[in-house]
């Protein structure tokens, strides 16, 4: 179906058109028959429900971002290899990374680099899933859990793309803004229901407000964490309370000259307040 252009298109329309196009390249280049052939497809995924469920977890999702659409280039010289392994090591409860190249800057390659550095880390592999032929490059990139975004996706293909995840045996994190887009959702293949305080349809926002209004309506049966605009240890310990076990974290990070470095010391003021 061609886009309206009669209507002026947001931030996440102009994503999922140009992923549409990508995907369809990518299918001419490489087939799902060829993707299931690499090693990382083979590998036995990790649980970042199981990491984020730990007894003393952190229950910090690190994610690695160079830019973004909303503030431009965050930090282009962190290197792959040295900031995901920091932040595993500073104590990560996860990590996240960015695979979209036109709107964040990120490639397939610190996807398998971070795989390759931090073998036994639930990684998320952190783009606009749209097509089931995304879960196998997932897969075969190295990815042990999967985005879908509810706002660029109906409650059918959330369901068919969840289902085929569970197949490949990745884990899914569905990604709401409000409880619209909860209510719409079908959960039945979800893992893991995940807020995000940033409106993906125009980027603002900097306040936590969207997931303490939603904590109450997520199922207890699924795994919360909240997203985005969690810059201070004391919103970690205030979104505990209304039941969130995950809280994912870049830009935070990312723009500092040392992103390990910096939730190092994130993770030292949340065990003194």
């Known amino acids: 179906m061609l886009p309206d252009y009669g209507k002026k298109m947001t931030i996440l329309d102009k994503i999922v058109e140009n992923k549409k196009a990508e995907v369809y390249r990518a299918k001419q280049k490489f087939s799902t028959e060829h993707l299931t052939k690499s090693s990382y497809f083979l590998r036995q995924t990790n649980s ?76 998320l592999r952190k783009d606009f899933m749209i097509d089931e032929y995304q879960l196998y490059e ?24 969840s289902a085929k995840a569970h197949e490949l045996d990745l884990e899914v994190l569905l990604e709401i803004h ?24 125009n980027f603002n926002e900097s306040n936590i407000n969207a997931s303490l209004e939603l904590a109450e309506f997520i199922p207890s049966s699924k795994t919360k964490i909240s997203e985005s605009c969690i810059g201070k240890p004391e919103t970690v310990h205030q979104l505990r309370k209304s039941g969130y076990r995950g809280f994912l974290i870049g830009e935070s990070f990312m723009k500092t000259g040392n992103p390990s470095y910096a939730l190092q010391e994130f993770i030292n003021a949340m065990a003194l307040n």
């Open 48 to 123: 970042l429900v199981a990491s984020l469920q730990k007894e003393g977890s952190t229950g910090l999702i690190s994610e690695y971002k160079r830019k973004s659409p909303s503030k431009g280039e965050i930090n282009m010289g962190a290197g792959i290899a040295e900031t995901t392994t920091g932040y595993a090591k500073a104590g990560a409860a996860g990590l996240s990374i960015l695979t979209d190249t036109v709107f964040f800057g990120g490639f397939k390659e610190d996807l398998q680099i971070g795989r390759d550095n931090n073998p036994f880390t639930p990684i």
């Open 138 to 161: 997932a897969k075969s990139w190295g990815a042990d859990v999967i985005l879908l975004i509810a706002a660029c996706l109906t409650s059918s293909e959330i369901k068919e793309l």
């Open 178 to 201: 409000d409880k619209q887009e909860l209510e719409k959702s079908d959960l039945s293949h979800v893992d893991i229901v995940g807020v995000n305080n940033r409106n993906l349809k």
